[in-house]
Every structure is written in structure tokens, then in C-alpha cells.
């Protein structure tokens, strides 16, 4: 059946999230991933017990279970961000956050900045809501403040997108100046800064963290946090911290979109927080997840090293590949796939056709075991040798 005459102009020109379409390879038993953003189960503390949670079966608050939101408080307090509950809005997932945050500010008027090589999810939201996207140049220490100032002048955008903690899909950890040069170029222009920050505690080596959002003096923020890579992402939860002016308007989106986050989920996360095994449970995953960053990134260079170049993410999940010239993301998909092995290409993480590369894999190390980033390497050294 044809329902096209249905859609909105924006839904038409949805475009299907590559990851997400691959999800359903990387489930099947004999298929090694390093394509998805998902946390190793393995590493994944038990839920609390069910008889400690607190009544979850009525309706709740928009703004998210009063102790979830204390807990966020004091959490993001540690970043160095001062707040109250009244600024916190828990949301289902920082996925959910970015669609409330788009529906509030972006239209088809709209113009969003956004790194380049950026998160796919987020460009999806934004264009949903017909807004522009525009990638800015990007480097290891992150966004360019001489193309961000150029950008703003030329596009005057509302608002702009940053992952500056292990971003997702290149890795980057902007560095403290390129923090406190992007905060102050955001007062000076008045830009609204949207921050995702759902990697931070995955850290393995000693980077600056300092959210950007306590370096800006005036203009308006918002902080984004999630629970999903440090505990469980199936109970969808994270939040939105904002400057105060705008709360009230978060509140109202949540609750047209959903009137509020479930309850339970909510409970889980605050119980787990109260009983302080979070600051072991974040050691632990350090502990894991650096290990098999150093074993991928020895792979590597031990099989591929002549040919690609990468840098060593200093946190979060992935490595970003560039893969030698000539030699496309989409071939090595198939190709290592017809062997069992499963990459991303990088190109879904480039919103605009302008900058398109096709040289590009993110590759996961966060859910394969040491033994199995060996073997996938491995393939992928076969399969790209053969492209070359
Ligand atoms: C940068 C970034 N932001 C947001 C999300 C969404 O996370 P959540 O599970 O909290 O919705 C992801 C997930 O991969 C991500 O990488």
C-alpha cells in the first residue's frame, strides 16, 4: 500500500539509520560485531531487587522521579555543573532528549551546527524537525573555532551540537583550550550550545572533561547525560540539564511527547545510585573497556598498520579508521561480512553530501571479547589488503 500521500514532507525524506538496519546482522550467533554503540552485557551490574523499588505502577512527574533527579544533580555537581532538580528533565534516553530539545527550537527555518564527522542519531532528529544541518571541520581536539566562527557568520545557526567526550563516531576529546575557545565564542555570538555527554566515566587515560556548558558565561546551554554505556541502555534513561530559562519549555515537550519517562526504569537507576556501588562499578568498566581498546588498537597496528591511520581514542567505544586511498567503507561491509565480521562504513556520520567520505570504518571495541577484536581484525586486515 502507498501511504506516501500521508507522510510529511519531512518523513518522506527520512532517511533509515544504517546502524540500526545492521542491528539485525549483528545479532545472529555467528556474526563478530564491531558495528553497534552497545555496552558489553558481561560488564552490566544486576538489576536491584525488585521488592526495594518503590511504587512504580502509577503515572509520575513529567520531570522524572523526584529522587532520579537529586541523584542527577549531585552527579553532574561532580562536573562541576550547579543546579537544582528544577533544571533537570528525565528523559528516555538522551536520544529522547535530543528529539525534545529539537522540537522545541527547530523548525524549518532552522540551521543546526554540528561536528563533522558527527552522531547519526542526533542529524536524523534534527531533520525531522526540516531543520538544516551543517557539519563544521573537526579535528582531534574537536570542533574548529576558526570554521565554527565562520559558520555562525554564515549560516547564523540556532544552536550547536557538540559530543566533546570520546565523541561518537571519531573518538575525539576536545582538549581544555579548544573548550574554553568554543564557550567564549558561543558568548560572544549569543549561540545556544547543545552538549551530549553520554561517554564521560567510559575514560581510560587522563583527558580534560570539563563540560563546555560551565565554561559559557551567557549564552543560552543545555547538558545532555545518559545511562545507557555505563548501566543499562533497554531502561532508556538520561536526562537534560538546562539553563534555567529553559525548563519550563522542556517540560511542556515531555509532556505532549510522552507525559513522562516509565517509572520503574527510573527507580532501578536511583536504587543502584543510593547504594554506592556506582563509583566500583565505573572502575571496573574503565578496567574492561581499556583493556580492549589496547588490544584492538595493537591488532591494528600489528595487521593493518602500514595501511590505515587512526588515533587512540581516549575514552568511549570506538575507533575511527581511515582507510587507505582508494578503498571504499561500503566494499569492506560486504566483503568482511561474506566472512562473518561486521563494520560500519563511516559515511552515515557525514550530514552533509558536501563532505561525504567513503574512507572511513568506526569500528567497536566495547562488546567483543580481547580474543574476538583478534579474529575480527584479522578478517578485516584479509578483506582490506585484498581492496587495496
Ligand atoms: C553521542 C550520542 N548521543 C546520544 C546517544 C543516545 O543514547 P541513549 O541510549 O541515552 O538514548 C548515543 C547512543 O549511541 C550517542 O552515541
Redesign the pocket.
Known amino acids: 500500500m502507498d501511504i506516501s500521500h500521508l507522510l510529511t514532507s519531512h518523513s518522506r525524506n527520512m532517511e533509515a539509520s544504517l546502524v540500526r538496519e545492521l542491528l539485525h546482522y549483528s545479532q545472529q550467533p555467528d556474526v563478530l560485531s564491531l558495528a553497534g ?1 552497545l555496552p558489553d552485557e558481561n560488564l552490566m551490574p544486576a538489576y536491584p531487587e525488585l521488592k526495594q523499588l518503590t511504587d512504580s505502577r502509577q503515572y509520575g512527574p513529567s520531570e522524572g522521579e523526584k529522587d532520579l533527579r537529586e541523584c542527577i544533580v549531585s552527579i553532574v555537581a561532580e562536573r562541576g555543573i550547579q543546579t537544582s532538580t528544577d533544571n533537570v528533565l528525565v528523559t ?7 528529539d525534545i530539545v529539537s522540537r522545541l527550537i527547530l523548525d524549518e527555518s532552522s540551521t543546526i551546527l554540528t561536528e563533522q564527522p558527527t ?1 547519526l ?2 542529524c536524523q532528529v534534527f531533520k525531522l524537525q526540516g531543520a538544516k544541518v551543517q557539519d563544521v571541520m573537526s579535528d582531534a581536539e574537536g570542533m574548529s573555532v576558526s570554521a565554527l566562527r565562520d559558520a555562525i557568520e554564515k549560516h547564523h545557526p540556532k544552536a550547536v551540537y557538540l ?1 566533546p567526550n570520546f ?2 563516531p571519531a573518538g575525539h576529546c576536545y582538549s581544555l583550550e579548544r573548550r574554553l575557545e568554543i564557550a567564549a565564542l558561543l558568548d560572544e555570538k549569543n549561540i545556544l550550545l547543545i552538549e ?1 555527554d ?2 564521560r566515566d567510559l575514560c581510560y587515560d587522563n583527558v580534560d572533561l570539563t563540560p563546555i556548558s560551565t565554561l559559557i558565561k551567557q549564552a543560552p546551554w543545555l547538558y ?1 547525560g ?4 555505563v548501566l543499562w ?1 533497554g531502561l ?3 536526562y537534560i540539564v538546562s539553563c534555567d530559562a529553559f525548563s519550563p519549555y522542556l517540560v511542556k515537550v515531555k509532556q505532549a511527547v510522552d507525559l513522562h519517562t516509565n517509572r520503574l526504569g527510573q527507580s532501578m537507576i536511583t536504587q543502584f545510585f543510593k547504594s554506592g556501588q556506582y563509583p566500583d562499578h565505573v572502575i571496573k568498566l574503565q578496567k574492561a573497556y581499556k583493556e580492549k581498546r589496547d588490544v584492538m588498537a595493537e591488532a591494528l597496528n600489528a595487521e593493518l598498520g602500514d595501511l590505515i591511520e587512526f588515533s587512540l581514542p581516549a575514552g568511549g567505544m570506538f575507533f575511527w579508521v581511515k582507510l587507505p586511498a582508494g578503498v571504499s567503507s561500503q566494499l569492506v561491509l560486504t566483503e568482511a561480512l561474506k566472512d562473518k565480521v561486521l563494520v560500519l562504513p563511516g559515511t552515515p556520520f557525514f550530514p552533509c553530501k558536501s563532505s561525504l567520505d567513503d574512507s572511513f570504518l568506526r569500528l567497536s571495541f566495547a562488546r567483543v571479547s580481547p580474543a574476538q577484536i583478534h579474529q575480527a581484525i584479522t578478517v578485516l586486515a584479509k578483506v582490506i589488503r585484498q581492496l587495496v
Not at 226 to 229: A, D, L, M, R, Y
Request: aromatic content about 12%; hydrophobic content about 25%.
Open positions: 554503540g528516555n534516553g538522551s536520544q529522547q532528549g535530543l552522531y542519531a542526533a559530543i565523541q561518537n551530549d553520554p561517554y545532555m545518559s545511562f545507557s554505556k541502555p532508556r534513561t538520561g
